[in-house]
C-alpha cells in the first residue's frame, strides 16, 4: 500500500486516519490521550515520529508512486544485486592459497592478495595454510612433546638392505602444501598418502645400501636420495606436497641380535686398527729405505766417477812419462828408479855403513844400535872392504 495519501485529507500517514475521523497529525499509536483535532493541547509528539514522517517524504519525492511502483522494485533490487555481488570480494592472507570453486567444481588457484570470486553459491574460495611445515613420523610413535618416545613400530622400520640384511629404520618427513587445488581435490588423504609414499621410497633406497654403509656414513646419502624419490612419486600423482626434510632418526641392527652385531663392529674396529698401524709403519719405513738406496746409489755413482777419473789421471800420466821416456831414456829410467826407492824407504829406518871404512865387522848387530829396539829396523850388511892400514872407524847411522 502507498504511503501518501489517496484522498484530499492532510496529515495522513501509512497507518490510516486517526480513530475518529479527525484530520489532525495521527501516529501509529493513534492520537495521545485528551488530545483533540487540529490543535489541542496534549503533549508533542516524540522526535521519532517527526524522523519517520521525514523519511517518507524522502521516499514519496524520490518514488511518486510508492514502493509498489517499478522504480521502487527496480531500487530495492539494484540495492540488494550490489550488496550480493560486492560479497564475493575476499582475501588471500600471505600463508593461505585461495581455491575458488564453482558450483563445487575446482576451477583456479587464487594467491595472496585482495581477489574476487563471484558471489555464493556460483563460487566458493577455500583457504588452505600453505607454509605450515607438517610432519610424519615412520617407523616410531613420538611422545606428545615431540621427543621420539620407546614405542617402535617393527611393521613399518624393518628393511632389508642391499646385502640381504636387516636394518631397523626410523625417520621423519617434513611437507608443505605446493599446490593447494591439488592437495585437496587429487588426493584424498594426504597424510595417509605421503606416509605410505615414504616408506615405499625408503624401502627401495635402503634396498639398494648394504648394511654397513646405511649405519655409518651413508646416512646423508639416503636422507637424500629418499627426498627425490619421494618427491618424484608425489610429483606422479599430482598431489601438490612439497617435501621439505627427510631426517633420520634412527638406523640400527634388529634388537635381537644388536650383541652379536656389536661384537662384529668391535672386531672390525680392531682390524681396522691394525690395519691402521700397518699402514704407518709402512708408510715409515718404506720411505726410510727408498733414501737408504738413494744414498747408495749417490755413493755407488760417485764412486764409479772417483775411480773413471783417477783411471783417466793415471793413464794420462802414464802417457806422459812415457812421452818422456820416449825422449830420454836413460834420465826417466833413472829417474823412475830414485822415485820408486824413495817410496819404498819412505818412514824407515835405515843403518847407512860407509864401504870405505877399515875394519867394521860385516855381521855386526847393527840393529841394536838404533835408539827404539821396539821400532822394526832393516839391517843392510856390508861387504868387506880392502885390507888397508889403519884404524878401523866406527859404523855412521842416519835416518831418512
Avoid at 55 to 65: E, H, K, V
Avoid at 311 to 318: K, N, V
Wanted: no cysteine; net charge neutral.
Amino acid at each position: 500500500m502507498p504511503w501518501n495519501n489517496q484522498g484530499g485529507g492532510g496529515g495522513g500517514g501509512p497507518w490510516g486516519p486517526p480513530p475518529g475521523g479527525n484530520n489532525g497529525p495521527n501516529n501509529p499509536w493513534g492520537r495521545p490521550p485528551g488530545g483533540g483535532g487540529g490543535g489541542g493541547g496534549g503533549p508533542t509528539p516524540p522526535d521519532l515520529e517527526d524522523l519517520l514522517r521525514r523519511s517518507q517524504d524522502r521516499l514519496r519525492r524520490a518514488m511518486p508512486g510508492g514502493f509498489g511502483s517499478g522504480r521502487g522494485v527496480a531500487l530495492v533490487v539494484g540495492v540488494l544485486a550490489l550488496i550480493w555481488l560486492a560479497s564475493g570480494i575476499y582475501r588471500v592472507e600471505a600463508d593461505e592459497q585461495g581455491v575458488v570453486m564453482r558450483f563445487g567444481e575446482w576451477t583456479r588457484t587464487e594467491q595472496p592478495g585482495l581477489r574476487y570470486r563471484l558471489p555464493s553459491p556460483i563460487e566458493t574460495v577455500l583457504l588452505p595454510k600453505v607454509t605450515r611445515v607438517n610432519r610424519i613420523e615412520v617407523g616410531y610413535r613420538s611422545a606428545g612433546d615431540g621427543r621420539r618416545g620407546d614405542r617402535d613400530v617393527p611393521d613399518e622400520s624393518l628393511m632389508l638392505t642391499g646385502d640381504e640384511n636387516i636394518v631397523d629404520i626410523d625417520f621423519t618427513v617434513f611437507w608443505v602444501i605446493k599446490d593447494a587445488g591439488n592437495f585437496l581435490f587429487k588426493i584424498r588423504d594426504p597424510e595417509s598418502t605421503v606416509k605410505k609414499a615414504a616408506e615405499s621410497a625408503m624401502r627401495e633406497v635402503i634396498g639398494r645400501t648394504d648394511l654397513q654403509p646405511a649405519l655409518t656414513e651413508a646416512r646423508q646419502q639416503i636422507e637424500t636420495s629418499t627426498t627425490q624419490l619421494l618427491q618424484a612419486m608425489l610429483d606422479e600423482y599430482q598431489s601438490g606436497i612439497q617435501i621439505t626434510q627427510v631426517q633420520l632418526q634412527k638406523a640400527d641392527p634388529p634388537a635381537p641380535v644388536i650383541d652379536a652385531f656389536n661384537d662384529v663392529q668391535r672386531a672390525r674396529a680392531d682390524r681396522e686398527r691394525a690395519r691402521n698401524e700397518a699402514e704407518t709403519y709402512r708408510n715409515d719405513i718404506i720411505p726410510r729405505a727408498r733414501g737408504e738406496v738413494e744414498r747408495l746409489v749417490q755413493e755407488a755413482s760417485a764412486y764409479r766417477e772417483q775411480v773413471v777419473s783417477l783411471a783417466q789421471g793415471d793413464a794420462d800420466r802414464f802417457r806422459k812419462v812415457y812421452e818422456a821416456y820416449a825422449l830420454s831414456k836413460d834420465v826417466v829410467a833413472k829417474r823412475m828408479y830414485l822415485e820408486t826407492m824413495e817410496e819404498i824407504l819412505r818412514g824407515r829406518n835405515k843403518i847407512i855403513v860407509d864401504s870405505a871404512a877399515q875394519g867394521v865387522v860385516p855381521y855386526l848387530p847393527l840393529n841394536q844400535l838404533t835408539p827404539n829396539p821396539a821400532a822394526p829396523t832393516q839391517s843392510v850388511p856390508a861387504r868387506p872392504a880392502a885390507p888397508q892400514a889403519g884404524t878401523p872407524a866406527a859404523p855412521q847411522q842416519t835416518n831418512r
